[in-house]
């Protein structure tokens, strides 16, 4: 079974820029992986931010960013804001229309 | 504006089946291009994508639950299900409806939990 890494927790300063990453335990994230983030705080269901790599959803701040960085896909916060605090999930397109999240990042902004 | 609703049981019994529908508003599932699909969330814990489908075409499902899981539609009432057997306490979990092309539209969620 494919496992999708995220680093647990991260934290952020209000105004700094912050990088979430999305990697494979077992090889590299493209764009073939369709890379999905979302974002959701307690108690909501889930958010879509960006899909596939860098497209933003509607209603979403130019300040979130996707991107593929090195081999993972990355979510890039550039002035983070006190209601960013959230948890942010990707998801990435494995095989045969099959589909994985990753752990989840909890991330602080204080 | 796209609208994704969960209805069903929120306590089903232990080796017994977890049936939930989707009812979905304001788009056709079987004139759109969109992807319909289950995802579920233990709590406290991270999400895990249960299957999907696109009307005329497939139906897929995460390889550690397809010997349990089955997505059906219902295109006279615009709802697609969930079907998953042989439940456990495991299977306790906000239940979410999602569809999209691309960006994903989420229903707000359901929990069901697994308890005698």
């Known amino acids: 079974q494919t496992v999708v890494t995220q680093e647990p927790s991260v934290s952020v300063s209000p105004g700094g820029t912050v990088t979430l990453t999305c990697g494979l335990d077992?090889?590299?994230?493209?764009?073939?992986?369709?890379p999905t983030w979302y974002q959701q705080t307690p108690g909501h269901s889930p958010r879509t931010l960006i899909y596939t790599t860098n497209s933003r959803s509607s209603g979403v701040p130019d300040r979130f960013s996707g991107s593929i960085l090195g081999n993972k896909a990355a979510l890039t916060i550039t002035g983070a804001q006190a209601d960013d605090e959230a948890d942010y999930h990707c998801?990435?397109?494995?095989?045969?229309?099959?589909?994985?999240f990753g752990g989840g990042t909890k991330l602080t902004v204080l | 504006q796209l609208q994704l609703q969960e209805s069903g049981p929120g306590l089903v019994k232990p080796s017994e089946t977890l049936s939930l529908t989707c009812t979905v508003s304001?788009?056709?599932?079987?004139?759109?291009?969109?992807?319909w699909g289950w995802i579920r969330q233990p709590p406290g814990k991270g999400l895990e994508w249960i299957g999907n489908?696109?009307?005329?075409?497939?139906?897929n499902y995460n390889p550690s639950l397809k010997s349990r899981v089955s997505i059906s539609v219902d295109t006279s009432k615009n709802q697609f299900s969930l079907k998953m057997k042989y439940v456990t306490a495991a299977d306790t979990a906000v239940y979410y409806c999602?569809?999209?092309?691309?960006?994903?539209?989420w229903g707000p969620g359901m929990l069901v939990r697994v308890s005698s």
């Open positions: 077992s090889g590299s994230v493209s764009s073939t992986s369709y």
């Open positions: 489908f696109h009307y005329g075409g497939t139906t």
């Open positions: 998801a990435l397109y494995v095989d045969s229309g099959t589909w994985v």
């Open positions: 999602a569809a999209g092309s691309g960006s994903t539209a």
């Open positions: 304001d788009v056709s599932i079987s004139a759109s291009n969109f992807y």
